[in-house]
């Protein structure tokens, strides 16, 4: 009788449409950070390379520090209004501030310049934590059915097409209009454009995060029954372990920390790759438009994807198709503009398979909680984004560094030789990157039959233990 209860969950779609809002505050928030960052350090601040690869290592190190302990104190949060909404109410002020002084360029040199730089991006990592892990460990408390849960990840990945989109068409040519620089026949960026830029978008972010708390209510809480003994037990040590030996859980983690290695150091090079070899500041917004459409197209199929195979298969044939197309664009793209759109186009659909690693997560926290008896709803996530921001420290500092070997400088006319090495770093690299992140899902075992049957369990042993 439970498990029909459970399998006929429905999906509530004005739950899942504010819920989705989260995610547009998240992007919002972070957009101009993923994607403009270090061309604004390099371009604008004048840091050097290795001043930047620094910030990006020590910021981000510590940001990944910093999500663990973030999981286990919304996991120990008991308030009125839930455990996660408390931090979606209180966090976004602080992140629109920070995120704005990251954006400042401030009137001092040297060792002062850098400290205010690693300052501000620590600050803004810091406060981004708080806020995004709350909303990614808010899921399960909206769903319990695994494909319901899947179905809304699915509405936050068309959100996250949908408003990244929206900022690929408008940010740069926003940052363009407030810039007063112009660089010959051009416009070009420059501080002004920036900060007023990341003002406007940190003020819409604020009502995104407040409208998902306000509506997406932790109705869902399973606890573990107190006759198991398991919650005298639940200590800090006890769910970190718990984490480590969650196979599945660890599959996912892999396969997100490469997957967000190629991802991001892509996506925060890729204004170069334009810039330099394709040559032109006007085709950014383009190329980052047609990836957004496309994932959101890709967004909006995924709860029909998953009716015809497994999670762990669409992960696997989208991250072929990236490969494919990495490899495409680093061969033909400069010579062939019409091959960079064609195959942006694929990659933006292929990366609409964030919303299944979401669902996936979930279910590991189902799968972890059947197996050892321990449920911790926001460490799983926290220790994912540990992986996700591990990987952008990485990259961040790597990056940067690739560039300078292959003798970038900033501004300048760039030669054949360099233009061919930021090809590779924009292209070759992060290909290789998704063929690493693609081995771990081949031992991946959760699907739909046997979550059907933990929700079972689950069920079961919660009657048992009343």
Do not use: H
Request: glycine residues 6%.
């Amino acid at each position: 009788m439970e498990t029909k209860a459970i399998t006929q969950e429905k999906t509530n779609k004005t739950l899942g449409l504010f819920y989705s809002f989260g995610e547009v505050g998240s992007q919002l928030s972070w957009y101009m950070i993923n994607s403009y960052l270090t061309l604004f350090y390099t371009d604008i601040v004048g840091l050097s390379a290795a001043a930047i690869s620094f910030i990006m290592l020590v910021a981000r190190i510590w940001d990944a520090a910093n999500d663990p302990m973030m999981g286990l104190l919304a996991d120990r949060t008991q308030t009125r209004w839930g455990k996660f909404r408390p931090y979606l109410m209180i966090g976004p002020p602080f992140l629109a501030v920070f995120n704005i002084l990251t954006f400042t360029v401030f009137p001092v040199e040297g060792a002062a310049k850098v400290a205010i730089c690693l300052s501000c991006y620590i600050a803004t990592g810091m406060a981004y934590t708080v806020v995004n892990l709350s909303y990614s460990g808010l899921l399960n408390r909206i769903a319990r059915d695994s494909r319901v849960r899947t179905n809304y990840a699915a509405a936050k990945s068309v959100a996250s097409a949908v408003i990244s989109m929206l900022l690929s068409a408008f940010a740069m040519p926003v940052i363009l209009y407030f810039s007063t620089t112009v660089n010959g026949n051009e416009k070009a960026a420059d501080a002004r454009g920036y900060l007023i830029a990341a003002v406007i978008l940190s003020v819409l972010m604020l009502p995104a995060f407040w409208l998902c708390a306000w509506r997406c209510k932790e109705t869902v809480v399973i606890d573990v029954p107190e006759s198991s003994g398991a919650k005298e037990k639940k200590s800090i040590l006890r769910s970190l372990k718990v984490s480590v030996q969650n196979k599945m859980l660890l599959i996912i983690i892999l396969n997100t920390f490469m997957g967000a290695m190629g991802n991001i150091a892509r996506m925060s090079l890729l204004s170069y790759y334009v810039i330099y070899v394709v040559g032109s500041y006007t085709m950014i917004a383009p190329i980052y438009t047609t990836m957004s459409v496309f994932q959101l197209i890709g967004s909006m199929l995924i709860p029909y994807m998953i009716r015809l195979t497994s999670k762990r298969n669409i992960c696997i044939l989208m991250n072929t198709a990236s490969i494919i197309s990495l490899i495409a664009i680093f061969l033909f793209g400069a010579k062939i503009p019409a091959v960079i759109f064609i195959f942006s186009a694929v990659i933006g659909y292929s990366n609409s398979t964030a919303g299944v690693g979401i669902g996936m997560v979930c279910d590991c926290i189902e799968y972890g909680d059947w197996k050892y008896g321990i449920r911790d709803e926001a460490l799983p996530f926290a220790v994912t984004s540990f992986s996700v921001k591990l990987a952008t420290a990485i990259t961040g500092s790597v990056g940067v560094l690739l560039l300078a070997a292959a003798g970038y400088v900033a501004g300048a006319e760039q030669s054949e030789a360099v233009k061919m090495g930021i090809n590779a770093v924009v292209n070759l690299i992060p290909a290789a990157c998704f063929v690493v992140s693609t081995i771990p899902l081949f031992f991946y075992k959760l699907d739909d039959k046997m979550m059907r049957q933990i929700a079972s369990d689950l069920d079961e042993r919660k009657m048992a233990g009343k």
